[in-house]
């Protein structure tokens, strides 16, 4: 893998085929794993809380890396790309999650989420300025309607819940994060962008964590303290690493044919860990929403 060879220029980095998919599967298990995560930590901490420390902790770890590699600050046309990184993948995807998680179910999370990889794709291309086919718009238009047709029917027919409204706005947060990042990666190494946006994110995410432990009460247990653990380690960092990193090397449409499995995983966390009954129309849902993608990316290819 080559290395920044100066403050203004960036030069590709070169990843292995294999590699590259190995590591984007690493990370859509890393990331299944995050609401559960969530849930746990929700057990010792107030959501604003868990949202604070969890960016505080991922920027020591990514700080040091930093400074221990000697890398250098990204050429000013790099910022915008990790800005995006930082409000979307450091910022409000987790704030937003985590005050999802507080309302609602670790299975009804995961399926609105799925259309996280439509949602990418969707960035990618409207950034990118490209025209993907029709039959791309009908696929994932047809994949937010099961979603929205399963949030309506879960609140008994209500229309959107506030948790509902949260996990929308992450999804599109952390979509225009991901679409960057992954472009960004294509020239800094995986690490350094995650790295770079966590730590941008840290003024925000240390002023959030100390004006909520003066508000939320802390109720220290082991649950609470190993979903924070996670979250900082894995879900801010670890796993943005080897995502960024495959994202780079097999590009943002392959990368999300393997993230098609993420939701699923997460209603299997959902039920082994957390015990939670899964809602009767989640997993038929999960499954609409899968074929959806995948007819988005053979439109993509087809094209």
């Not at 995560?37 to 949202?51: N, S």
């Not at 409000?92 to 989420?113: K, Q, Y």
């Not at 960057?180 to 840290?202: H, K, M, N, T, Y």
Request: include cysteine; proline fraction near 6%; glycine fraction near 12%.
């Amino acid at each position: 893998m080559s290395a920044q060879n100066s403050a203004t220029a960036l030069r590709p980095i070169a990843v292995g085929r294999l590699g590259g998919t190995a590591q984007a599967a690493l990370g859509v298990l890393a990331f299944s794993f995050s609401f559960p995560a969530t849930a746990w930590a929700l057990e010792g901490f107030g959501p604003w809380t868990v949202t604070g420390l969890r960016g505080i902790l991922a920027a020591l770890p990514a700080g040091a890396c930093l400074l221990a590699s000697g890398a250098r600050v990204p050429p000013r046309a790099a910022w915008p790309g990790l800005a995006a990184v930082a409000v979307g993948c450091a910022v409000g995807f987790p704030l937003l999650s985590t005050l999802a998680l507080r309302l609602s179910s670790t299975a009804h999370s995961a399926v609105v989420i799925g259309l996280l990889p439509l949602a990418t794709a969707a960035v990618g291309a409207l950034r990118a300025k490209s025209r993907p086919p029709r039959a791309f718009w009908l696929a994932a238009t047809a994949g937010a309607a099961v979603v929205l047709a399963f949030t309506v029917q879960q609140s008994g027919g209500a229309g959107l819940t506030a948790a509902d409204l949260y996990l929308f706005g992450a999804l599109l947060l952390c979509a225009f994060g991901y679409a960057e990042g992954g472009r960004l990666a294509r020239d800094l190494p995986g690490w350094q962008v995650i790295g770079w946006g966590v730590v941008a994110a840290l003024p925000v995410n240390a002023l959030t964590g100390a004006l909520a432990l003066t508000a939320e009460p802390v109720h220290w247990n082991w649950h609470g303290v190993t979903g924070l653990a996670y979250l900082a380690a894995v879900s801010q960092f670890g796993g943005f690493v080897v995502w960024y990193r495959g994202m780079a090397a097999i590009g943002v449409p392959r990368a999300s044919q393997l993230q098609l499995a993420q939701p699923l995983l997460t209603l299997c966390w959902a039920v082994l860990l957390l015990a939670e009954a899964l809602p009767g129309a989640a997993v038929p849902t999960a499954l609409a929403v899968v074929a959806c993608i995948a007819a988005t990316q053979r439109a993509g290819r087809g094209r």
